[in-house]
Protein backbone atom coordinates (compact mmCIF):
# COMPACT_ATOMS: atom_id res chain seq x y z
CA UNK A 1 0.00 0.00 0.00
CA UNK A 2 2.89 2.41 0.40
CA UNK A 3 3.24 2.76 -3.48
CA UNK A 4 -0.46 4.46 -3.84
CA UNK A 5 0.64 6.98 -1.75
CA UNK A 6 3.61 8.15 -4.21
CA UNK A 7 1.03 7.88 -6.77
CA UNK A 8 -0.77 9.88 -5.65
CA UNK A 9 1.05 12.43 -4.57
CA UNK A 10 2.40 12.43 -7.71
CA UNK A 11 -0.69 12.92 -9.36
CA UNK A 12 -1.57 15.92 -7.48
CA UNK A 13 1.84 17.07 -7.94
CA UNK A 14 0.94 17.63 -12.04
CA UNK A 15 -2.40 18.29 -11.18
CA UNK A 16 -0.93 21.48 -9.31
CA UNK A 17 1.42 22.10 -12.23
CA UNK A 18 -1.01 21.83 -14.91
CA UNK A 19 -3.30 24.20 -12.47
CA UNK A 20 -0.52 26.84 -12.45
CA UNK A 21 0.49 26.72 -16.13
CA UNK A 22 -3.09 27.23 -17.20
CA UNK A 23 -3.34 30.46 -14.88
CA UNK A 24 0.12 31.33 -16.21
CA UNK A 25 -1.30 31.07 -19.98
CA UNK A 26 -4.42 33.52 -19.25
CA UNK A 27 -2.75 35.97 -17.21
CA UNK A 28 -0.25 36.53 -20.40
CA UNK A 29 -3.59 37.40 -22.43
CA UNK A 30 -3.22 40.58 -23.92
CA UNK A 31 -7.21 41.65 -24.05
CA UNK A 32 -7.60 44.00 -21.66
CA UNK A 33 -10.67 46.37 -21.31
CA UNK A 34 -10.43 49.93 -21.29
CA UNK A 35 -10.19 51.99 -18.15
CA UNK A 36 -12.94 54.44 -18.64
CA UNK A 37 -16.16 53.76 -19.83
CA UNK A 38 -18.05 55.83 -21.92
CA UNK A 39 -21.33 57.01 -20.69
CA UNK A 40 -23.96 55.78 -23.79
CA UNK A 41 -26.24 58.74 -22.88
CA UNK A 42 -24.90 62.44 -24.05
CA UNK A 43 -25.68 65.11 -22.07
CA UNK A 44 -26.38 68.79 -23.86
CA UNK A 45 -23.61 71.41 -22.41
CA UNK A 46 -23.82 74.84 -22.87
CA UNK A 47 -21.26 76.73 -24.51
CA UNK A 48 -20.88 80.50 -25.38
CA UNK A 49 -20.68 81.32 -29.02
CA UNK A 50 -18.05 83.51 -30.46
CA UNK A 51 -18.45 86.20 -33.43
CA UNK A 52 -15.14 85.73 -35.74
CA UNK A 53 -13.33 88.48 -36.15
CA UNK A 54 -11.87 89.06 -39.64
CA UNK A 55 -8.74 87.48 -39.88
CA UNK A 56 -6.09 86.73 -42.77
CA UNK A 57 -5.85 83.38 -44.54
CA UNK A 58 -1.85 82.17 -44.81
CA UNK A 59 -1.55 79.64 -47.39
CA UNK A 60 -0.42 76.25 -45.60
CA UNK A 61 2.75 74.78 -47.77
CA UNK A 62 1.57 71.34 -48.44
CA UNK A 63 4.63 68.80 -48.34
CA UNK A 64 6.45 67.47 -50.98
CA UNK A 65 5.70 63.84 -51.45
CA UNK A 66 8.97 61.63 -50.96
CA UNK A 67 10.39 60.21 -53.88
CA UNK A 68 9.66 56.29 -54.21
CA UNK A 69 13.26 54.88 -53.65
CA UNK A 70 14.46 52.47 -56.83
CA UNK A 71 13.83 49.02 -56.17
CA UNK A 72 16.69 46.40 -55.62
CA UNK A 73 18.76 45.44 -58.25
CA UNK A 74 18.66 41.22 -58.41
CA UNK A 75 19.09 38.22 -60.39
CA UNK A 76 16.75 37.00 -62.13
CA UNK A 77 16.01 33.11 -61.32
CA UNK A 78 14.94 32.10 -64.71
CA UNK A 79 18.17 31.91 -67.44
CA UNK A 80 17.94 32.47 -71.22
CA UNK A 81 19.15 29.51 -72.72
CA UNK A 82 21.00 31.00 -76.33
CA UNK A 83 22.05 28.58 -78.98
CA UNK A 84 24.93 30.01 -80.98
CA UNK A 85 25.17 29.26 -84.18
CA UNK A 86 28.66 28.13 -84.92
CA UNK A 87 30.22 25.24 -86.76
CA UNK A 88 32.98 22.53 -86.22
CA UNK A 89 35.54 25.36 -88.20
CA UNK A 90 34.89 27.91 -85.90
CA UNK A 91 35.50 25.66 -82.78
CA UNK A 92 38.98 24.38 -84.53
CA UNK A 93 40.24 28.08 -84.86
CA UNK A 94 39.28 29.32 -81.54
CA UNK A 95 41.14 26.55 -79.99
CA UNK A 96 44.34 25.55 -82.21
CA UNK A 97 44.27 28.39 -84.52
CA UNK A 98 46.96 30.56 -85.12
CA UNK A 99 46.20 34.47 -83.69
CA UNK A 100 44.63 35.71 -87.11
CA UNK A 101 42.37 32.49 -87.62
CA UNK A 102 41.71 32.68 -83.71
CA UNK A 103 40.37 36.36 -83.59
CA UNK A 104 38.59 35.65 -86.85
CA UNK A 105 36.12 32.81 -84.68
CA UNK A 106 36.54 35.15 -82.06
CA UNK A 107 34.44 37.75 -84.27
CA UNK A 108 32.32 34.61 -85.41
CA UNK A 109 31.55 33.63 -82.19
CA UNK A 110 30.65 37.48 -80.91
CA UNK A 111 28.42 37.40 -84.20
CA UNK A 112 26.13 34.77 -83.19
CA UNK A 113 25.90 36.29 -79.53
CA UNK A 114 24.61 39.66 -80.76
CA UNK A 115 22.35 37.39 -83.15
CA UNK A 116 21.16 35.60 -79.82
CA UNK A 117 21.22 38.74 -77.78
CA UNK A 118 18.68 40.60 -80.54
CA UNK A 119 16.30 42.68 -78.67
CA UNK A 120 17.75 41.92 -75.44
CA UNK A 121 17.52 45.25 -73.07
CA UNK A 122 18.30 43.98 -69.63
CA UNK A 123 22.07 43.25 -68.65
CA UNK A 124 23.97 40.00 -68.37
CA UNK A 125 24.61 39.11 -64.73
CA UNK A 126 26.04 35.41 -64.73
CA UNK A 127 27.26 34.13 -67.87
CA UNK A 128 27.73 30.09 -68.96
CA UNK A 129 29.58 28.81 -71.89
CA UNK A 130 28.08 25.19 -73.08
CA UNK A 131 30.45 23.87 -75.83
CA UNK A 132 30.53 20.52 -77.80
CA UNK A 133 33.96 19.76 -79.73
CA UNK A 134 35.54 16.56 -80.69
CA UNK A 135 38.91 18.08 -81.34
CA UNK A 136 39.19 17.27 -85.06
CA UNK A 137 36.80 18.06 -88.15
CA UNK A 138 34.25 14.42 -87.76
CA UNK A 139 35.63 13.18 -84.32
CA UNK A 140 33.57 12.36 -81.50
CA UNK A 141 32.74 14.96 -78.55
CA UNK A 142 35.33 14.91 -75.96
CA UNK A 143 35.52 16.33 -72.64
CA UNK A 144 39.14 17.60 -72.86
CA UNK A 145 37.89 19.66 -76.06
CA UNK A 146 34.51 20.54 -75.62
CA UNK A 147 35.88 22.27 -72.31
CA UNK A 148 38.37 23.66 -74.07
CA UNK A 149 35.99 25.34 -76.83
CA UNK A 150 33.63 26.57 -74.62
CA UNK A 151 36.60 28.16 -71.94
CA UNK A 152 38.21 29.82 -75.32
CA UNK A 153 33.95 31.05 -76.82
CA UNK A 154 33.39 32.34 -73.07
CA UNK A 155 36.69 34.29 -72.64
CA UNK A 156 36.05 35.94 -76.54
CA UNK A 157 32.49 36.52 -75.50
CA UNK A 158 34.33 38.52 -72.41
CA UNK A 159 36.56 40.34 -74.32
CA UNK A 160 33.04 41.20 -77.31
CA UNK A 161 32.34 44.25 -75.83
CA UNK A 162 28.67 43.59 -76.16
CA UNK A 163 26.53 46.08 -74.37
CA UNK A 164 24.22 43.72 -72.59
CA UNK A 165 27.09 41.81 -71.37
CA UNK A 166 29.86 43.71 -69.46
CA UNK A 167 33.08 42.35 -69.03
CA UNK A 168 32.36 42.34 -65.22
CA UNK A 169 29.20 40.16 -65.33
CA UNK A 170 29.49 37.57 -63.40
CA UNK A 171 31.47 33.72 -64.20
CA UNK A 172 32.82 33.04 -67.96
CA UNK A 173 33.06 29.80 -68.05
CA UNK A 174 33.06 26.97 -70.31
CA UNK A 175 31.03 23.65 -69.43
CA UNK A 176 31.16 20.45 -71.33
CA UNK A 177 28.11 19.93 -73.20
CA UNK A 178 27.61 16.24 -74.56
CA UNK A 179 24.59 16.64 -76.14
CA UNK A 180 24.57 18.43 -79.64
CA UNK A 181 26.90 17.42 -82.46
CA UNK A 182 30.03 18.47 -82.62
CA UNK A 183 31.31 22.41 -83.09
CA UNK A 184 28.34 23.69 -81.48
CA UNK A 185 27.93 26.45 -78.31
CA UNK A 186 25.00 27.41 -75.80
CA UNK A 187 24.82 30.63 -73.97
CA UNK A 188 23.43 30.40 -70.53
CA UNK A 189 22.13 33.43 -69.62
CA UNK A 190 21.39 34.97 -65.97
CA UNK A 191 19.83 39.05 -66.16
CA UNK A 192 19.72 41.54 -63.93
CA UNK A 193 15.54 42.38 -62.76
CA UNK A 194 16.42 46.09 -64.29
Same mark, same amino acid.
Given at each position: ????????????????? /???????????????????????????????????????????????????????????????????? %???? %????? %??? &??????????????????ALNGQQK?????????????????????? *??????? *????????????? /??????????? /????????????? /???? &??
Amino acid at each position: MRGTGVTHLAGWLFADL /LLILVLVVLGGQTNRTPDVIADPTPTATATPTLTPSPTRSTPVPTPTPAPTPPAPVGMIPQSLDLPLL %VDQS %VADDL %VNG &NPARKAAAARRVNEAVDTALNGQQKRGALVFVWGTDGGCGGCAPTSN *ASSAFAK *AAAEAIQQGGHRQ /LPADAGFYRGY /LDLGPASGTLRME /LFLY &NS
